[in-house]
């Protein structure tokens, strides 16, 4: 190889290095700006699903608060009717709103309870009170009736009912809540009433029932005057 092909072949390599290098640099620059492109989309995607969970928080409390709305106007309407129905239908002479039991660090809760506070009348009677009635809603009023002895020793000698009023009863619910032995309260015309279906036996609940050995509740056919 001669001189001239030496300096040649060199130059050559050197035009190749420089050609590489600027292609490696325009590479750099462009892997850079995609990077750079990457990164915008992904802050304006954060910055969009940031916005979206804002959004689906305040949809979220707004549906809250309008189903506390909704619960508490059922309540409202719920109570002065069941009210009635307690002291009239079945004797009891205590009725409570809102009741709360305490015991050792534990809270057990009712919409309304009634009782005959003289000990004539050997029931009790709690109630559920729902907008929407859920099947759950069956569950918690049996657990609430199974513990009511505990949390309140004086019912240990008495007969327990159920009652759930609802504002919307899916129909095939309602046939949940009478198989438990629960009596069922709809509202007509702003008001809660009783439905019970011919044949309905209520299910009476609690150690007193569970002593005697019997569980079948009172007659339905026929309403208790009012004390």
Same mark, same amino acid.
């Given at each position: 190889?001669?001189? %001239? ?17 600027? %292609? ?204």
């Amino acid at each position: 190889m001669t001189d %001239q092909e030496l300096r040649d072949l060199v130059a050559s390599v050197a035009k190749m290095q420089a050609e590489t290098a600027a %292609q490696m640099q325009a590479h750099d620059r462009r892997i850079a700006e995609l990077r750079e492109q990457s990164d915008r989309r992904q802050a304006e995607l954060d910055r969009q699903q940031a916005e979206t969970n804002k959004q689906i928080k305040r949809v979220d409390k707004q549906i809250g608060d309008l189903g506390n709305k909704f619960g508490s106007f059922a309540e409202g309407m719920a109570l002065p009717s069941m009210e009635t129905v307690l002291r009239r239908r079945f004797g009891v002479n205590d009725v409570s709103p809102r009741r709360k039991f305490f015991l050792n660090g534990e809270t057990l809760e009712m919409d309304v309870f009634g009782y005959d506070n003289t000990g004539t009348l050997k029931e009790a009677y709690v109630v559920e009170i729902k907008s929407h009635l859920k099947p759950e809603a069956i569950e918690q009023i049996l657990e609430t009736i199974a513990k009511l002895p505990r949390f309140f020793p004086a019912m240990k000698d008495r007969k327990i009912y159920g009652i759930i009023a609802a504002v919307d009863i899916p129909a095939n619910l309602r046939a949940e809540v009478w198989k438990a032995g629960l009596y069922l309260a709809r509202i007509n015309d702003e008001t809660f009433k009783l439905q019970i279906p011919r044949n309905f036996q209520p299910q009476a609940f609690g150690p007193a029932v569970e002593k005697n050995g019997h569980k079948n509740g009172h007659k339905t056919g026929k309403s208790k005057k009012k004390k």
